[in-house]
């Protein structure tokens, strides 16, 4: 079956513009993750929603930050006043219900780059 | 004293032979383990997973051994071929938990 999507895959912003990254998980995961993954490195947890409900945010690097997941499917990552430390790879992950099966399966990231 | 699986950035290995990559993991509460293979260009791949009331468990030409005692993971891929080459992560995390707190990337080149 198809696997996580994500969209854009590419995407250059200026330095003050909004951004929206958006993911699509498989189908029946109630579970999706964004992480953070910088040049060389590992990535790195920034939010996480069962269903639509998003119950820890504790990742995110600071309020310019949003992510959102309306409808418990389809979430998109928006960061406002983007800076250049902000540039990275942003994943996203789906999984089934924590408990059910743990496997986190990943997108293949929005490249980020802030000018 | 004596290195256990030291962690290397970089592994370089022939075509055909065993690769064995390290992970030294921090938190000796974590109880679930993960290795992903990540390609140029590519989200982190799923590779095999491992509980704490395990020490060994095997896949389709991978073998991931777990030391809670030294908090020591490693992958371990037989007959290493080309397309085995990315970049390895191991991940930990606590089981019923979500974060997953990935350890630095292990870069596999192989040899033809």
């Known amino acids: 079956g198809a696997g996580v999507s994500q969209s854009p895959r590419y995407k250059v912003a200026k330095r003050g513009q909004d951004v929206a990254l958006r993911c699509d998980p498989i189908?029946?995961?109630?579970?999706l993750f964004w992480y953070q993954q910088a040049l060389g490195q590992g990535p790195e947890f920034l939010t996480y929603?069962?269903?639509?409900?998003?119950?820890?945010k504790s990742g995110l690097p600071s309020d310019r930050f949003f992510a959102e997941r309306p409808e418990g499917s389809v979430s998109t990552l928006k960061i406002q006043r983007t800076q250049q430390e902000d540039s990275a790879v942003y994943l996203c992950?789906?999984?089934?219900?924590?408990?059910?099966?743990?496997?986190?399966?990943f997108g293949p990231g929005t490249r980020l780059t802030v000018l | 004293g004596e290195s256990v699986g030291l962690h290397l950035p970089t592994l370089s290995v022939q075509e055909g032979d065993n690769s064995i990559i390290n992970c030294a993991y921090s938190?000796?509460?974590?109880?679930?383990f993960i290795w992903y293979k990540q390609e140029s260009g590519k989200g982190p791949q799923f590779i095999i997973d491992?509980?704490?009331?395990?020490d060994k468990r095997q896949g389709q030409r991978v073998t991931v051994l777990l030391n809670k005692t030294v908090k020591h993971l490693s992958l371990q891929i037989a007959a290493t071929q080309p397309g085995d080459s990315a970049v390895y992560f191991c991940?930990?995390?606590?089981?019923?938990?979500?974060?997953?707190?990935f350890g630095a990337g292990t870069t596999v080149t192989v040899r033809a």
């Open positions: 992950a789906s999984s089934l219900p924590i408990g059910d099966g743990d496997t986190q399966y």
């Open positions: 189908s029946g995961h109630v579970s």
């Open positions: 929603f069962q269903n639509e409900a998003q119950l820890d």
């Open positions: 938190n000796s509460a974590s109880d679930y």
């Open positions: 491992i509980r704490s009331n395990m």
């Open positions: 991940a930990e995390a606590f089981s019923n938990d979500y974060k997953l707190s």
